[in-house]
């Protein structure tokens, strides 16, 4: 986009003499350019118009010769932009329209779309959320003309983290996505209910084996384990749908969508086989229901990578001393999750509270009528109070398919040596939003016992600070000890990036993480002394906080609980993230003073 300021330009009246400050000008330049509105200290300033020779117009308010404040800018094209303008670009909102009709209306700095806003494309598309340098980056939906829509994640304009593809029919699609293409496990849900939570290989045209877990309607039967898969299923079963992402050509819209059953898309891996793989998604044929296929498949295409702030703990990978354990867990939670799905959800009962509401599955390596075969040795495994659990990943606004995706995808979990003298060990998703910790039985009773009035408390106040618990559960390998965890939400999960986090007890004894400056980065837990920053908060914000802290202590003392702490995450402003909309309640932006 082209800068919608000129050079500085300093007018003077005729023959060059000085014009009176505060004047209307009216001036043409040497190189065709014409100006005319106000003046002062040698340029523009006031309101005025600025015709370019080849074209373009700029009409609105100017300040020291530069386009600031509000105006209108066109292009010989026939696009216009109206908004707001500062130090000679566009910057604020405003409201783009092309040459074609395509209407962008939103938030942008430095000339890109950069904030929230919406874009409604020629060919009927609609996308709005979030963007990133003229690019979908961040939260948003896209819609396309047929009615097929995306919810979920974006980075760098590509379909990327978790997020929910709705077809126009019923069908969707619940799960990670990587460069604009499913990876990993997903739910793919049809239009009659029915669910298949499997792999996908991360590519359209890349069809291996695939080993999952068919669920039928709720009311046509029980849930069946799925065999290894080939490409080209048999007659009158449920195949494994291949998603296909792609960019159009052109600015008419930017990604396509569809669905391709098993038997085309093996017809076409063959065919794109053939050809080196470059006419997979040309090759497509027409349906009255799929828009035409053209342009380049995005999972041929290289993403714009962003630099990734360091990240806590060590990726368990196969050889790590508790690998096995992780793929126990996972599978235990992708059972316990699935099996609830596929129970309708009710009214809880005094009884789901029990402490022994608890239920045992045995995992043998081979499989059984309920579990799928594994790798990992034989175990058994625990849930506590799923019903309960179950109400609070809805309280909580935690999408099933999203808590099992994060747990039980391809990804694999990271280890954090324990920061307390518990001797527990923590666990994080790899999209940081869940944390598992290995707990005490003592600890896991406490939870249960206090489980009725934590879950009246939070569902009382939404706002609670009190940690987000999403399940208990215990595992127990074939002659090995019991290893029970809880599943939590981790607080520094958070779309800003925290450079300082703090655990505050209110105490000075001991209160150091002991560390010299350089020694201490963004993974540092610091604690009470530690702290050397002033926090600054709106009036109403303080007293919302202070108030729900209030209410989350005394809970904890009713519960006879003392052991706890404050945790704070800082995250420094600069210009960019300062432009970042939709704080939540407790989220306060302001510029810190470092004393």
């Not at 910057?91 to 950069?114: C, K, L």
């Not at 960019?576 to 004393?595: L, W, Y």
């Amino acid at each position: 986009m082209r800068r919608v300021a000129p050079a500085l330009i300093a007018v003077g009246g005729a023959g060059g003499e000085e014009t009176a400050e505060g004047a209307v000008v009216e001036k043409t330049l040497q190189n065709g350019d014409v100006y005319r509105g106000g003046f002062s200290q040698g340029a523009p300033h006031g309101k005025g118009k600025y015709v370019w020779a080849d074209g373009c117009m700029y009409e609105g308010e100017w300040r020291k010769g530069k386009a600031s404040g509000k105006g209108r800018f066109s292009w010989p094209s026939g696009a216009t932009f109206e908004g707001e303008f500062r130090g000679g670009r566009i910057e604020g909102q405003g409201a783009f329209v092309g040459p074609d009709g395509a209407t962008y209306r939103g938030a942008w700095v430095a000339d890109r779309r950069h904030g929230v806003g919406a874009k409604s494309y020629a060919n009927g598309d609609y996308y709005e959320g979030q963007w990133r340098r003229n690019l979908q980056d961040g939260h948003g939906r896209y819609v396309w003309a047929n009615g097929n829509q995306y919810v979920g994640e974006w980075r760098a304009g590509v379909l990327s983290g978790r997020g929910v593809l709705i077809w126009a029919n019923g069908s969707r699609y619940d799960g990670v996505w990587e460069n604009g293409v499913p990876r990993g496990t997903g739910v793919f849900t049809w239009p009659d209910g029915s669910r298949y939570v499997g792999s996908w290989p991360g590519s359209c045209v890349d069809l291996p084996a695939i080993s999952g877990t068919f669920f039928a309607p709720v009311g046509a039967g029980a849930a069946g384990t799925v065999r290894k898969r080939s490409s080209v299923e048999g007659v009158g079963e449920k195949t494994a749908p291949r998603i296909c992402i792609w960019e159009s050509e052109g600015e008419a819209g930017d990604i396509t969508c569809d669905i391709v059953d098993a038997l085309e898309s093996s017809m076409l891996y063959k065919e794109a086989a053939a050809d080196g793989g470059a006419t997979y998604m040309r090759s497509l044929p027409q349906r009255s229901t799929r828009r035409a296929a053209s342009g380049v498949p995005r999972w041929a295409s290289s993403a714009a990578t962003t630099p990734e702030c360091k990240r806590p703990g060590q990726t368990i990978s196969k050889g790590h001393k508790n690998y096995e354990l992780m793929l126990q867990l996972q599978l235990g939670i992708r059972h316990s999750v699935g099996k609830s799905a596929a129970v309708p959800m009710r009214a809880l009962e005094q009884a789901d509270f029990d402490p022994k509401e608890k239920f045992w599955t045995r995992f043998p390596p081979e499989g059984s009528k309920v579990t799928p075969p594994h790798s990992s040795a034989e175990f058994r495994w625990k849930d506590y109070c799923p019903m309960v659990f179950r109400h609070l990943r809805k309280l909580f606004a935690v999408d099933p398919a999203d808590y099992m995706l994060a747990i039980c995808g391809n990804d694999a979990l990271r280890e954090l040596s324990s920061p307390g003298k518990s001797g527990s060990f923590f666990y994080l998703t790899q999209d940081d939003r869940f944390m598992i910790k290995t707990v005490k039985k003592s600890e896991v009773k406490l939870l249960i016992r206090m489980l009725n009035s934590y879950y009246k408390h939070v569902s009382q106040y939404k706002n609670s600070l009190i940690t987000r618990f999403y399940g208990v559960h215990c595992v127990k390998p074939l002659n090995g000890q019991k290893v029970r965890f809880i599943v939590m939400g981790n607080l520094f999960c958070s779309e800003y990036r925290i450079h300082r986090r703090f655990d505050l007890k209110g105490s000075s004894y001991g209160r150091t993480a002991d560390k010299f400056d350089d020694e201490i980065d963004e993974t540092t837990t610091l604690k009470d002394l530690d702290l050397n920053f002033v926090f600054r908060l709106q009036r109403s914000w303080y007293t919302d906080l202070h108030e729900q802290l209030r209410r989350d202590c005394n809970f904890l003392e009713s519960e006879g609980i003392m052991d706890y702490s404050f945790l704070v995450g800082v995250h420094f402003c600069d210009d960019i993230s300062a432009s970042k909309m939709g704080s939540s309640t407790f989220t306060a932006s302001p510029t810190f003073n470092e004393e």
